[in-house]
């Protein structure tokens, strides 16, 4: 939890935003899968006992680093001719969500940006609906090539081979840190929104070291270069700066 926080005095509610897992790749981390609960989520605690009360996550299994520490919304909302007490939030995932937050009840989710590692929020689930290529360890056929290949690849792919190659949203997140708002007269919420694409794969022979991030993730299928000295420095801003 490194962003938001909200409370409910009348409620007595404190909601926080979960972030992701380390590394970022699931297979990595979490070799059986699952869940990976409370990552990228909304938890509802009792401030004064720190007794859990409900939670709700955004992505499930998340391998994206698709945070839910985003800024979260207040309000109480006409919704299906009731007023109910909700919760807003545009996480990284690219979806904006509306929550109950007095049970956590899923409410709806819509994208605010292109996504294409999921098609929908399925309504009855409050489960995202991954598409085929979204568990990028299985998918991206630039894991296994050099930076030469990789360089040759790109400029020959078809439109369709390139959306199963790259994500939206990147780890950047469709929003991030960047604060959000909401207009009581106007009804609408203002989020600065971010629409990047970027290549996720698997990190070759990933190996856990010191001093460096150990995300399990190939950073330089975003920089398919082959120059040494830029190959170099990518290197050195993957490990690290160690004194």
């Known amino acids: 939890v490194w962003d938001s926080m909200a409370y409910d005095p009348e409620l007595n509610q404190l909601y926080i935003g979960v972030g992701n897992g380390s590394p970022w790749n699931q297979v990595i981390r979490s070799p059986g899968g699952g869940d990976n609960l409370f990552l990228s989520s909304v938890v509802a605690l009792n401030p004064d006992t720190g007794k859990y009360i409900w939670h709700y996550q955004t992505t499930p299994g998340d391998t994206w680093d698709y945070t ?113 708002s909401y207009s009581p007269d106007t009804g609408l919420v203002y989020i600065p929104a971010l629409d990047i694409p970027y290549a996720f794969g698997n990190e070759p022979e990933f190996d856990y070291e010191n001093g460096r991030w150990n995300l399990a993730v190939d950073w330089r299928l975003n920089m398919p270069t082959g120059h040494e000295g830029v190959d170099d420095t990518i290197d050195g801003m993957i490990r690290g700066f160690v004194s």
């Open 68 to 180: 839910a520490t985003q800024h979260m919304i207040l309000a109480d909302l006409e919704i299906g001719g009731e007023v109910r007490k909700v919760i807003m939030q545009a996480p990284k995932n690219g979806f904006f969500y509306v929550l109950d937050r007095v049970t956590g009840e899923f409410i709806s989710a819509e994208k605010y940006v292109p996504i294409t590692w999921a098609s929908h929020v399925d309504p009855e689930s409050g489960r995202p609906v991954e598409t085929d290529a979204a568990r990028y360890q299985l998918a991206n056929p630039l894991s296994e090539m050099t930076p030469e290949e990789q360089v040759k690849a790109l400029s020959s792919m078809t439109p369709q081979e390139l959306e199963s190659t790259f994500h939206k949203p990147s780890p950047f997140g469709g929003h991030n840190w960047h604060p959000m």
